[in-house]
């Protein structure tokens, strides 16, 4: 059996032949058709995360595939599309860039409506980060004029979908102007690279929610996109861990700065799942997908890091 494995700290992962996974009581043998390739993915094979899996190991938080084998209780046939995650996948046990995998039962998650597998491999985090960073800590109301800072990005292209399907109006914000083609159909696009753009959404300040996957030292000059009185929602630091405030001008601004944590949100994010999927399902809901063969983990990694994946990375064992 296949397998890309990370051999040491800071290194390019291998594609390995590695013995068949031995199921145990309690677990799910799972035929691997797709592993997500994630910013987790990064940050636990740089060695600098809390938790570290024992080298060499198998890298990949998420994936999908159809249940091989499991106990007569756990509810799970053969031949059932799950999602996987969780349970220490990819972080202190072997994760999902290989053909099988034996995972505990807490990991798997069976969709109720098929998906292709590199979309059921990577939709949870983008999709259900949107719907919580909107419904849950945004409070989106129908009518409201929405600026989504990094639409082109799979984390934002589901935020503006899901807040044009809220009944709001929507402005996505990219960082050059040949990703405004990413942008979700009926969103308005502005490239942080266009000037009269960027300070016309200062000038009106008519956004009653902005929902921003960047971050950085920009983080409060575009929360005066907004109006007083309105909500910007902090999802990602991508552009940089840290910024400064000045209180006497937020005071003035009068603009609410509220953190999406989805750690904590992890029970809420699977409570609304289930509808995502359905919307997945039905095309009302998308989310792109960039391929790579197991032996191109190397580059879906390099790519990801250096901001070049469009969507989501999707590793294909087959």
Do not use: C
């Amino acid at each position: 059996m296949r397998a890309a494995r990370i051999h040491a700290w800071g290194a390019a992962p291998v594609l390995d032949e590695v013995p068949e996974p031995i199921r145990g009581e309690g677990e799910v043998l799972v035929q691997v058709e797709a592993g997500a390739v994630a910013h987790l993915d990064v940050t636990v094979a740089s060695g600098e995360f809390g938790l570290k899996p024992n080298l060499p190991y198998i890298g990949g938080v998420e994936g999908a595939g159809t249940v091989l084998e499991a106990d007569a209780d756990s509810g799970l046939a053969p031949g059932t599309q799950v999602v996987l995650r969780g349970g220490g996948l990819g972080i202190v046990r072997d994760g999902t860039w290989t053909e099988r995998v034996s995972v505990k039962r807490k990991a798997v998650t069976p969709l109720e409506t098929p998906l292709e597998p590199a979309v059921a491999a990577s939709f949870f985090v983008p999709a259900t980060t949107a719907y919580v960073a909107l419904h849950d800590v945004g409070r989106i109301e129908k009518g409201e004029e929405v600026v989504v800072v990094g639409a082109a990005g799979a984390v934002g292209a589901m935020v503006a979908q899901q807040a044009l399907a809220a009944g709001a109006r929507v402005t996505g914000v990219v960082g050059l102007a040949d990703q405004l083609s990413s942008v979700p159909d009926g969103v308005e696009g502005v490239a942080l690279t266009d000037g009269e753009g960027v300070a016309r959404l200062g000038r009106d300040r008519a956004a009653a929610l902005l929902v921003d996957t960047l971050g950085g030292d920009g983080l409060i000059g575009r929360s005066r996109w907004v109006r007083q009185g309105g909500r910007a929602v902090v999802i990602g630091y991508v552009a940089g861990p840290r910024v400064e405030l000045d209180l006497p001008s937020w005071l003035l601004d009068d603009v609410a700065l509220l953190p999406v944590n989805m750690i904590r949100q992890e029970r809420r994010a699977r409570e609304v799942a289930g509808d995502l999927v359905r919307r997945l399902s039905s095309g009302e809901l998308t989310v792109a997908v960039e391929k790579f063969d197991l032996d191109d983990v190397p580059q879906a990694l390099d790519a990801l890091r250096n901001g070049r994946v469009r969507g989501r990375a999707v590793v294909l064992p087959d």
